[in-house]
């Protein structure tokens, strides 16, 4: 078995206030990303995506923030919701021709009711 | 739509045996991924596939692993033989051409819980 496991950094958060999680990529040639959310149990679910021409990207609730000059990105999630309790993996991508998908670590989002 | 659909759900093997894992992709969906998640590695790409032919395979473990697609609409993954250290979640997701043409909003299946003990 595994003795060693990865340590989730973890967020914990109110109810009805703002979260925000954040997300280092590693290759300056990724030019879209994406959130995605995985409840326990079930598989990644798509949130939002940015291209690298944008710079902030809004959704329901939700806004995806790029910063390419230091490689950051980041998700609000705006009055934040017990069902919005999950890990978040940012993913990365550099499009044309084969167009790999890598994943960070994630980010465990703990909603204080 | 019933989404990603895989097969068990939950397997639990012996070291050794052959395990293989089904998943059936959204239909009209052109690609089709298999990951591996494990709290020591996270989320992994093992082998990707476009149009039915095997794109990437370089995630793929070692030679005890094999993927499969023989039809647009079906594909395995084998273990064979299994260890334990093979224990994990293994996701099969199915893309296409996503909103505004983006083509990387991929679609996860609930997984596959593998224990091989």
């Known amino acids: 078995g595994e003795s060693v496991g990865l340590h989730l950094p973890t967020l914990s958060v109110q109810e009805g206030d703002n979260s925000i999680i954040n997300c280092a990529y590693s290759?300056?040639?990724?030019?879209?990303f994406i959130w995605y959310k995985q409840e326990s149990g079930k598989g990644p679910q798509f949130i939002i995506d940015?291209?690298?021409?944008?710079d902030k990207r809004q959704g329901q609730r939700v806004t995806v923030l790029l910063n390419k000059t230091v490689k950051h990105l980041s998700l609000q999630i705006a009055a934040t919701q017990p069902g919005d309790s999950a890990v978040y993996f940012c993913?990365?991508?550099?499009?044309?021709?084969?167009?790999?998908?890598?994943f960070g670590t994630g980010t465990k989002l703990q909603v204080i009711p | 739509d019933a989404g990603v659909i895989q097969s068990p759900r939950h397997e639990v093997t012996e070291m050794g045996q052959e395990v293989t894992l089904r998943c059936k992709p959204i239909?009209?969906?052109?690609?089709l991924f298999w990951y591996r998640q494990t709290m020591m590695r996270g989320l992994e790409l093992l082998i990707y596939f476009n149009n039915n032919v095997p794109i990437d395979d370089s995630g793929m473990p070692e030679d005890r692993f094999s993927a499969k697609m023989p039809n647009a609409s079906f594909s395995t993954l084998k273990i064979q033989p299994s260890e334990p250290r093979d224990s994990a979640v293994y996701f099969c997701?199915?893309?296409?051409?996503?909103?505004?043409?983006?083509?990387?909003?991929?679609?996860f299946g609930p997984g596959t819980r593998l224990t091989v003990t």
């Open positions: 940015i291209r690298s021409n944008m």
């Open positions: 239909s009209g969906h052109n690609s």
């Open positions: 290759n300056s040639a990724s030019d879209y």
């Open positions: 993913a990365e991508i550099i499009s044309g021709g084969y167009q790999k998908v890598t």
């Open positions: 997701a199915s893309t296409s051409r996503g909103r505004r043409g983006d083509p990387y909003e991929q679609y």
